[in-house]
């Protein structure tokens, strides 16, 4: 089987350059590489090529369209028998190619999704992002978790497709808000067999502080519901969670200015869920300091999200506003 890696790129030559490395040892080498620059800045022609001779590597420069519509440019010049996307904040576990190769080969699935993970390099707040976005309390177990609730969907920091899907769906329709959701729905709607392979992972770098951090994901919480203006019976309760936590919160607060007869009930939910997050990372990451910085993680990542899919709620599902 032939990979076709595609990685759109925008403004960041360092991060491209970490993720070509992690490619270079490979211990499956059947694989190209297109690498889509989308109307960067600060382009990355000279780090990609610094890999010429060590990787079947293709650099491409257009305007830009977002990352939906670059991995369509990437589809339509690739020559594999199956395209592999990844985000390029990501570093690549070196048996990654052999272990998806292995896992089509016994249970061939046309289109897949891997989770990912915090790499030992990465920052304590890096970690604790990483924490809050693959943890049971937080994301429910939805984003590459073998005990996910519905569907899996792959997302597009680590997916495949065959070609055979890319030849009859087609690629993204939309190129931001959910594109690689609605493309993961609208694949499964065309009968196609999707699965996640939990053993091959990525490490993720996400966001390297915790601002940049709340507008990713004050973005994901508006992209939740573009999605639903495509699939309206794919908006499933757990999407509302956090923007209940979120009134909850805020709930709270009213309770303890007022002292109200609920506010110890209140106090108390808040304080174990506060505790379950706490001890939970403590036992994954087996650090106090990232055990913290998870406690804030896990609010900004419910209250961030909250808060766009009740924007986006309120605007384009009560309101009608496209």
């Given at each position: 089987?032939?990979?076709?890696?595609?990685?759109?790129?925008?403004?960041?030559?360092?991060?491209?350059?970490?993720?070509?490395?992690?490619?270079?040892?490979?211990?499956?080498?059947?694989?190209?590489?297109?690498?889509?620059?989308?109307?960067?800045?600060?382009?990355?022609?000279?780090?990609?090529?610094?890999?010429?001779?060590?990787?079947?590597?293709?650099?491409?420069?257009?305007?830009?369209?977002?990352?939906?519509?670059?991995?369509?440019?990437?589809?339509?010049?690739?020559?594999?028998?199956?395209?592999?996307?990844?985000?390029?904040?990501?570093?690549?576990?070196?048996?990654?190619?052999?272990?998806?190769?292995?896992?089509?080969?016994?249970?061939?699935?046309?289109?897949?999704?891997?989770?990912?993970?915090?790499?030992?390099?990465?920052?304590?707040?890096?970690?604790?992002?990483?924490?809050?976005?693959?943890?049971?309390?937080?994301?429910?177990?939805?984003?590459?978790?073998?005990?996910?609730?519905?569907?899996?969907?792959?997302?597009?920091?680590?997916?495949?497709?065959?070609?055979?899907?890319?030849?009859?769906a087609g690629g993204f329709i939309i190129t931001r808000l959910g594109e690689d959701i609605?493309?993961?729905?609208?694949?499964?709607?065309?009968?196609?067999?999707?699965?996640?392979?939990?053993?091959?992972?990525?490490?993720?770098?996400?966001?390297?502080?915790?601002?940049?951090?709340?507008?990713?994901?004050?973005?994901?919480?508006?992209?939740?519901?573009?999605?639903?203006?495509?699939?309206?019976?794919?908006?499933?309760?757990?999407?509302?969670?956090?923007?209940?936590?979120?009134?909850?919160?805020?709930?709270?607060?009213?309770?303890?200015?007022?002292?109200?007869?609920?506010?110890?009930?209140?106090?108390?939910?808040?304080?174990?869920?506060?505790?379950?997050?706490?001890?939970?990372?403590?036992?994954?990451?087996?650090?106090?300091?990232?055990?913290?910085?998870?406690?804030?993680?896990?609010?900004?990542?419910?209250?961030?999200?909250?808060?766009?899919?009740?924007?986006?709620?309120?605007?384009?599902?009560?309101?009608?506003?496209?």
């Amino acid at each position: 089987m032939f990979f076709s890696i595609i990685i759109p790129l925008y403004n960041r030559p360092q991060e491209i350059k970490e993720l070509l490395e992690t490619l270079t040892v490979q211990t499956y080498k059947q694989f190209e590489v297109l690498v889509i620059e989308d109307g960067s800045d600060i382009d990355a022609e000279e780090v990609v090529k610094s890999f010429s001779d060590k990787l079947d590597i293709k650099y491409f420069v257009k305007p830009n369209t977002g990352q939906g519509f670059s991995r369509n440019f990437g589809f339509e010049r690739a020559k594999g028998d199956y395209f592999v996307v990844f985000d390029s904040d990501c570093l690549i576990p070196e048996n990654y190619l052999q272990i998806v190769k292995d896992s089509l080969a016994k249970n061939y699935v046309d289109a897949y999704g891997g989770p990912d993970a915090a790499h030992p390099s990465f920052t304590p707040v890096q970690k604790a992002i990483s924490y809050a976005m693959t943890s049971p309390f937080t994301t429910g177990g939805i984003r590459g978790n073998k005990k996910g609730i519905g569907q899996f969907h792959p997302r597009s920091f680590n997916m495949g497709i065959s070609r055979k899907v890319w030849e009859k769906a087609g690629g993204f329709i939309i190129t931001r808000l959910g594109e690689d959701i609605e493309y993961s729905i609208r694949i499964h709607s065309m009968g196609f067999k999707i699965g996640l392979i939990p053993e091959a992972k990525v490490y993720h770098k996400r966001r390297t502080n915790f601002l940049k951090f709340y507008k990713q994901l004050h973005f994901f919480g508006r992209a939740r519901i573009n999605v639903y203006k495509f699939f309206p019976n794919e908006l499933k309760i757990v999407h509302f969670f956090p923007a209940i936590f979120t009134l909850f919160l805020l709930f709270t607060l009213v309770t303890n200015i007022f002292n109200w007869k609920i506010t110890e009930f209140c106090n108390f939910i808040l304080a174990l869920f506060i505790l379950l997050i706490f001890f939970h990372s403590l036992i994954e990451n087996k650090s106090v300091k990232i055990a913290f910085l998870s406690l804030i993680a896990s609010f900004i990542q419910l209250i961030a999200y909250g808060l766009g899919f009740m924007q986006d709620f309120f605007k384009r599902v009560l309101l009608k506003i496209s």
